[in-house]
């Protein structure tokens, strides 16, 4: 059973372009919503989180929408560049859980020049 | 500083076979965890250590898979009798301890190949 949906699998956006990737969740006792970053050969990164009680964050070129009714959370990339070309993870983490961290199946962007 | 260490990079082995990963987390790092992502599929937990003790060992598939932690410090994943739907990539994270909402701190991660 998969808790956290990831759409879409895998996504092209040209250089400049917004890159948008999408997340929903079933479990309303999930309280903090990471995004994490991987290049090939490294391990994921924490890119930016957000908790419920906000609605969006942004830190540079990365911005979190939440949507705490819809049960729905998004990673949008601005102005995205070839660097940027990755793959994407959400993931979301309940208040009686731990440290555990529950992954949505991935994006792999690639940002074409 | 450094930062999470994994060993092997690879391994590929036959069904059957025994295989131990390593893992060195951040040093001071209370919380180690073990997560597996079978190819295309979600990064699943498997379990959480703190210090030297399982806290929550609800993700591991079966007994084939024994993890350790010694003294706090390094832990290994025993995979015995490996089998084909083993094979993925195994990753660590740390994280300080006192706070379960504090950054994981992912290694570069162990891709397993059982034949």
């Known amino acids: 059973q998969q808790q956290v949906k990831q759409s879409p699998q895998s996504l092209i956006v040209q250089k400049g372009g917004i890159s948008i990737i999408n997340c929903a969740y079933e479990?309303?006792?999930?309280?903090?919503f990471p995004w994490y970053q991987q290049f090939p050969g490294k391990g994921p990164a924490l890119l930016i989180a957000?908790?419920?009680?906000?609605s969006e964050k942004k830190e540079g070129r990365f911005t979190i929408s939440f949507n705490k009714s819809a049960k729905q959370f998004s990673l949008h990339i601005m102005d995205s560049q070839p660097g940027d070309s990755a793959t994407y993870f959400c993931?979301?983490?309940?208040?009686?859980?731990?440290?555990?961290?529950?992954f949505g199946q991935g994006t792999e962007l690639s940002v074409k020049p | 500083e450094a930062g999470v260490t994994q060993f092997p990079s690879h391994s590929v082995i036959e069904k059957g076979q025994t295989v131990t990963l390593r893992c060195d987390p951040i040093?001071?790092?209370?919380?180690l965890y073990w997560y597996r992502r079978v190819m295309g599929k979600e990064i699943k937990f498997l379990l959480h250590?703190?210090?030297?003790?399982?806290?929550?060992e609800s993700g591991m598939p079966n007994n084939r898979f024994l993890a350790e932690r010694t003294g706090g410090t390094y832990s290994t994943l025993k995979v015995q009798p490996a089998e084909l739907e083993d094979s993925g990539v195994y990753f660590c994270?740390?994280?300080?301890?006192?706070?379960?909402?504090?950054?994981?701190?992912f290694g570069p991660g162990t891709r397993l190949t059982v034949l």
């Open positions: 957000i908790r419920p009680d906000v």
């Open positions: 040093s001071g790092h209370d919380n």
């Open positions: 993931a979301a983490k309940g208040n009686n859980q731990g440290g555990k961290l529950i």
């Open positions: 994270a740390s994280s300080q301890g006192g706070f379960s909402y504090n950054e994981q701190f």
């Open positions: 250590f703190v210090k030297e003790s399982k806290q929550d």
């Open positions: 479990n309303t006792a999930f309280d903090y």
